[in-house]
């Protein structure tokens, strides 16, 4: 038990001396929250706010900050300005989110016109939390230019937005389907011209903090990006009479899309629009119906929905005009790139990038299908693919779920994920481990350097790994929470699992301890941590596997190289997980990415690339789908019913660029970074790895000759690693000398600038 009490003393002794972690509220109100006075319907209401008003001069700055419960659509003189703003409740259990955005430009001299098209879920869901009341809040200002929501705005439920008949999207969704009668209403009402005086007045519920929105944080993610309407790859010659089949109209991979339509038709006929992937996961998503009107009409169905195809059962002589889609999605750039002499690698590759950016929107997504839910261990590898494939813009999406987590943290210290969640509440012990651990919050750090985000969630995180307990050997206690679960899949050691995810959140807390100069607890946890391993090995290590007296099950792969990447393993016991690790096959395409760290960390990536390609090829050859699975199949061959878009599954990504190219950093915002590669028997490999420094950019040929090209960006040096079968290196065509040598490389530092090195395996003729 001296273990435990060791960290209790750690946690308690810190006291208050970090900040309480508080969300960012930092802004006043003269808005109050406002609502049509009578609406119908509790759930799925759509409704309408417009306020006409004069602008005698145009200054050079206009913000606004908006809110609503739950989505809105903004325009302003007839114009778009923002498609789905707002994000999901759930800043923490009781409060909101609110976007700030610069509207100057929408602005004129004069008669000025805003119109929002607002969307209350009313519902709870994995990734949202109900308030109970729909509601919109808008404030504007800038120079002389000051408007706010108040009792003078108009506010009506819209008619023509209502509920489809079953099935309802599952349980987990807060969002429902969507049915717009055009016979009832059209969106008119955002066009300057539009007659408002009939409408009511709007019905004012409060200021600013106020139940039940609480308070207001200030949107952390950027707008989504608007790809704009764009045709279906399988595009057709139009105007077409319906002959009342359904057009499977193609999109030219799995994407977020809200789906367009244009007909000429009598009134009352019933359009169905769902994606190919409604069922996905099993059960049913999203999808929209559209009642025509009589004459031509257009109409865009705002929830989005996602797969490779939309179809659209029209009914038969319905005229179609046009049948079109707009993709949006989180709002970030595909910076890094991988490309190898070994196609199948690419191919891996590009449909991880693909299925991690189909899993960004609201928050980072386990699927965006059948639940959108911000599962921490989907989270962990999300965020680690992103870091090598996307902008830095991407960073800010880890964050958000970071803060998240811990503001929802509870008075007994738990925490649970998804959050924000209004109807799941279980903690899942192993997911929790791994969100505070070395891939989860550190590897976050890591990566940006944002020390700040540290300091707010350690003391929780603390509060946190103080509620596990050790056995009487030493070796952690499984917390049941309220689902043990490992893993999908069979033969799971749960010991080993509990205990090598402890010991990853022991490390990346004592690494948080030393970062805030709490030496203390960062000194305890060292002596700590030295004896939990001493531990674990002398109960789990058989001698030739880490097995758990009371396991019966086939030896466990995920076991064996989480004992690896968290360190419990030493070097004398990789050639026993060596072979382990070429015969068993166990991980689910979660754990498996721990699987092949491990062999590349353990030396061996020949293995780890053979052992890639047969495990995810399936996955990777599959001739039309693009996006990478929940399960090794699909449906009835995947988990849980399967999924075609997890992210989880994507984890070669970041071992490709981390270890195959070998770009990783060395300290936290990539001041250092080393350039390692473990090519195994690739013969070619080209790079870019997107970091907050800048770019860096690999070409390496692996041959006969060693040639290695990069960019080291400006304010950053790097530890260049050269095989030692290489001899008489030249860096940019002249001869060096390593700084020092290690067992199979020699290694030289190097200062921000392009350079070109080359290695030979016999010794060159002197260069003139």
């Keep these: 038990m001296l273990t435990f009490m060791l960290l209790w003393l750690c946690v308690n002794q810190q006291g208050n001396r970090q900040k309480k972690l508080a969300p960012n509220t930092s802004t006043s109100w003269n808005a109050k929250w406002i609502a049509p006075a009578v609406l119908k319907d509790t759930a799925n209401v759509w409704s309408c706010y417009r306020k006409e008003f004069q602008i005698s001069t145009v200054v050079d700055t206009v913000m606004a900050k908006i809110s609503a419960d739950s989505k809105y659509w903004l325009w302003i003189n007839g114009e778009m300005v923002v498609f789905e703003g707002g994000l999901k409740r759930g800043s923490t259990p009781n409060d909101s989110y609110f976007d700030k955005i610069d509207i100057t430009r929408h602005l004129k001299k004069g008669k000025n016109v805003i119109a929002v098209l607002a969307w209350y879920f009313g519902k709870d869901g994995f990734s949202h939390k109900n308030s109970g009341q729909p509601a919109f809040l808008m404030q504007m200002d800038g120079g002389n230019i000051h408007l706010v929501t108040d009792g003078l705005w108009k506010a009506w439920q819209h008619p023509a937005f209502g509920n489809t008949h079953k099935p309802f999207p599952n349980y987990r969704l807060p969002e429902s389907n969507i ?16 007659f408002v ?8 519920l409060g200021k600013p903090p106020a139940s039940p929105w609480g308070k207001l944080i200030e949107r952390p993610i950027p707008q989504w990006k608007d790809y704009g309407l764009k045709s279906y790859e399988n595009d057709m010659e139009f105007p077409l009479v319906s002959a009342g089949d359904t057009l499977k109209m193609q999109l030219p ?16 006929k019933s359009v169905d629009i769902r994606a190919d992937n409604y069922l996905g996961g099993g059960v049913p998503n999203v999808r929209a119906e559209y009642i025509t009107k009589s004459g031509s009409q257009s109409y865009e169905s705002f929830g989005w929905m996602n797969g490779h195809a939309v179809h659209y059962a029209i009914p038969k002589g319905v005229k179609i005009l046009s049948l079109k889609y707009r993709e949006t999605g989180y709002n970030t750039e595909f910076t890094g790139s991988f490309q190898c002499d070994d196609d199948f690698y690419n191919q891996l590759w590009q449909k991880s990038l693909r299925t991690l950016y189909l899993t960004m929107r609201d928050t980072y997504m386990d699927c965006p299908d059948r639940e959108r839910a911000q599962w921490w261990g989907d989270v962990v590898l999300e965020s680690g693919e992103a870091f090598y494939a996307l902008s830095p813009s991407s960073h800010l999406l880890a964050k958000k779920g970071i803060h998240e987590l811990m503001h929802w943290q509870r008075n007994d210290s738990t925490i649970y994920s998804p959050v924000p969640s209004g109807n799941w509440h279980n903690e899942l012990p192993t997911q929790m481990l791994s969100s505070i651990g070395t891939y989860g919050f550190w590897n976050y750090y890591w990566h940006t350097g944002d020390t700040a985000t540290i300091a707010k969630v350690y003391d929780k995180v603390g509060k946190y790994l103080a509620l596990w307990k050790l056995e009487e050997d030493g070796t952690v206690q499984i917390r049941k929470g309220g689902w043990t679960w490992g893993d999908w899949g069979e033969n799971k050691d749960m010991p080993l699992l509990f205990n090598t995810q402890y010991y990853i959140a022991l490390d990346s807390y004592k690494r948080m301890a030393g970062l805030l100069g709490d030496t203390a607890t960062a000194d305890s946890l060292n002596t700590m941590m030295a004896q939990f391993k001493k531990d674990f090995n002398s109960i789990y290590w058989n001698g030739t596997a880490y097995r758990s007296k009371a396991y019966a099950g086939e030896t466990d792969d995920r076991s064996q190289g989480l004992a690896v990447v968290s360190g419990l393993a030493d070097p004398d016991k990789y050639t026993a997980i060596l072979k382990i690790l070429e015969e068993e096959r166990h991980a689910s395409p979660y754990m498996e990415k721990y699987v092949l760290e491990a062999l590349f960390r353990m030396g061996y990536p020949e293995v780890a690339l053979k052992r890639m390609k047969q495990r995810f090829s399936k996955m990777v050859n599959h001739p039309t789908i693009t996006t990478m699975w929940e399960g090794w199949g699909i449906g009835d061959e995947g988990y849980g019913g399967g999924t075609i878009n997890h992210a989880w599954s994507g984890g070669g990504l970041t071992l490709l660029s981390q270890y195959a190219a070998g770009i990783s950093p060395t300290s936290a915002g990539w001041e250092t970074f080393q350039i390692k590669p473990q090519p195994g028997f690739l013969k070619y490999i080209s790079a870019v790895v997107p970091t907050v420094k800048g770019d860096i950019k690999l070409e390496l040929k692996n041959g006969e000759d060693y040639q290695l090209n990069f960019e080291v960006p400006k304010g950053t040096r790097a530890l260049v690693y050269v095989p030692t079968t290489y001899e008489n290196i030249a860096i940019n065509d002249e001869y060096s000398s390593p700084k020092k040598e290690e067992k199979g490389f020699k290694i030289f530092e190097l200062a921000s600038g392009n350079y070109a090195i080359l290695g030979k395996t016999k010794t060159p003729e002197k260069r003139k």
Excluded: C, W
């Design 197 to 204: 005086d009939t409408m009511a007045n709007a019905m004012v």
């Design 253 to 268: 991979y799995n994407a977020q899309i809200t789906p367009y339509l244009e007909v000429e038709s009598e009134a009352g």
């Design 179 to 194: 049915r717009f009668d055009a016979r009832k209403g059209s969106l008119d009402f955002i066009h300057p011209e539009f």
